[in-house]
């Protein structure tokens, strides 16, 4: 049962145009959410979050949104730079004093050509 | 300012034999997550420690898997009698706090093969 689901495996943009990744979730319990960007042979870097009573969250290139309703989440990187390429994964976890574990997505492999 | 530290980086392990992945939590951090990916997979939550307490175990298989976090030294995943379905990645995280919509740091990683 896949509680937190990113649909699209890879997804490829040219340089300086917008990424968009997307993610959503089954558990109405889950109440933060999380991007993490991740290269071969390290480990997942922590990116950008937002909380469920917020629907934005903006960190400089990096912009969260959540649609609570649609229990959907995306990720939008602008400009997308040749750096960026990597697997992006979405993670949740909820509810807060309930449960500490992240559950996580299988992840978008995203490549920006130069 | 050390991240997660791991070690080993790489393990190779005979079917049989036992493994201990080691977890050195962020300056400052109390609390410690561990979560294998396997290939192709996202990662999967295992077991949330505090410092001498398992917190939440409920990731972990029942069998041949315990994990600790002493008072001193770093957190100990340990897998007896390995088989090959244990070949993965695992990772640590720390976090500063509990609760309250805590960021979970990882450390790079232990790769376990087993033979």
């Known amino acids: 049962d896949q509680q937190v689901k990113q649909n699209s495996p890879s997804l490829s943009v040219q340089e300086g145009r917008i990424s968009i990744l997307n993610c959503d979730y089954t558990?109405?319990?889950?109440?933060?959410f999380l991007w993490y960007k991740k290269y071969p042979a390290e480990g997942p870097t922590f990116l950008i979050s937002?909380?469920?009573?917020?629907d934005k969250n903006e960190d400089g290139r990096f912009t969260v949104f959540l649609n609570k309703s649609a229990k959907h989440l995306s990720l939008h990187i602008v400009p997308s730079q040749p750096g960026d390429s990597a697997v992006y994964f979405c993670?949740?976890?909820?509810?807060?004093?309930?449960?500490?574990?992240?559950?996580f997505g299988k992840g978008t492999k995203l490549t920006v050509n130069p | 300012n050390a991240g997660v530290m791991q070690n080993p980086r790489h393990l190779v392990r005979r079917r049989g034999q036992e493994a201990r992945l080691r977890c050195s939590p962020m300056?400052?951090?109390?609390?410690v997550y561990w979560y294998r990916q396997l290939p192709e997979e996202g990662l999967k939550f295992m077991v949330y420690?505090?410092?001498?307490?398992?917190?939440?175990e409920s990731g972990m298989p029942k069998e041949r898997f315990s994990a600790e976090f002493p008072k001193e030294g770093p957190s100990i995943l340990r897998i007896q009698q390995v088989v090959r379905g244990d070949s993965a990645a695992y990772f640590c995280?720390?976090?500063?706090?509990?609760?309250?919509?805590?960021?979970?740091?990882f450390g790079p990683g232990t790769r376990l093969t087993v033979l």
């Open positions: 937002i909380s469920s009573i917020k």
């Open positions: 993670a949740a976890s909820g509810p807060q004093g309930g449960s500490e574990k992240l559950v």
């Open positions: 558990n109405s319990m889950f109440d933060y």
């Open positions: 300056k400052g951090h109390s609390h």
């Open positions: 995280a720390s976090s500063q706090r509990q609760g309250s919509y805590n960021e979970q740091f």
């Open positions: 420690l505090q410092k001498e307490n398992i917190i939440d």
